[in-house]
Structure formats: structure tokens, C-alpha cells
């Protein structure tokens, strides 16, 4: 099982950035999957999560509040992908973002709720 998280780069306060999480060796459809990020010295936190759409009409997003209406997380899953668009990017969203698969089909913002974790890629935001 792995997920390869990519999309990462440098770019000017401002400016936007979209990350992919590909995931292979196990279909995640019926699985919450979530972004979570790690700024140097601190520690990692949740950033956005989606819930599987296998078992609901349509999947629930959630996010944390310093990226609420900035961020928007979605997925594919006929691609056996997970994205994160991301906006209006500003510096203090400079950090190591990885991709995070739950073994349950709606999982909270919490590091334990997530089983399956892919390398982080960075994102650098200039100001």
C-alpha cells in the first residue's frame, strides 16, 4: 500500500498550488482520507479531510479553520487520487503537506484516525 503525495513547489504569498495524493495497492473509495502538514519545529496537523462517498450520497469535507475557504480538498476515485487545491496561498502555509488513508469510511482530524500515510511534499509560500 502506498501514497505519493506530489505537487509541491514555491511560490509567492498570493499565489495557488494543487497537490495530488495517488494511491496504490489497495482501493481507498470506501476510505476518509485526509491532508495534514508539518511546519519546521512544530507539529504536524490536520489540515482537510474527505469522507468515503461509497457509503453516503455524497462525500463530507472538513477543514481546519486557517484554511477554511482557501483550501478545498476532493477526490477521484475512479483515479484512486485525493487532492488539494489551494488558494490566496499565504506564508504561514509553508510546511511539509502529506496524504493520510483512514481504514474507516469517515475519519476525524486526528493523526491516529489515519492508517495509511504517503511522503510529505513541500510547499513553500515567498512573502
Known amino acids: 500500500v502506498q501514497l505519493q503525495a506530489s505537487g509541491g513547489g514555491l511560490v509567492q504569498a498570493g499565489g495557488s498550488l494543487r497537490l495530488s495524493c495517488a494511491a496504490s495497492g489497495r482501493t481507498f473509495s470506501s476510505s476518509a482520507m485526509a491532508w495534514f502538514r508539518q511546519a519546521l519545529g512544530r507539529e504536524r496537523e490536520f489540515v482537510a479531510g474527505?469522507?468515503?462517498?461509497?457509503?453516503?450520497?455524497?462525500?463530507?469535507?472538513d477543514y481546519a479553520d486557517s484554511v477554511k475557504g482557501r483550501f478545498i480538498v476532493s477526490r477521484d476515485n475512479a483515479n484512486n487520487a485525493m487532492y488539494l487545491q489551494m488558494f490566496n496561498l499565504k506564508p504561514e502555509d509553508t510546511a511539509a503537506y502529506y496524504c493520510?488513508?483512514?481504514?474507516?469510511?469517515?475519519?476525524?482530524?486526528?493523526?491516529?484516525?489515519?492508517?495509511?500515510w504517503g511522503q510529505g511534499t513541500q510547499v513553500t509560500v515567498s512573502s
Open positions: 493520510a488513508a483512514s481504514s474507516f469510511p469517515i475519519s476525524g482530524s486526528i493523526e491516529r484516525g489515519y492508517s495509511y
Open positions: 474527505i469522507s468515503s462517498s461509497t457509503y453516503y450520497a455524497d462525500s463530507t469535507t
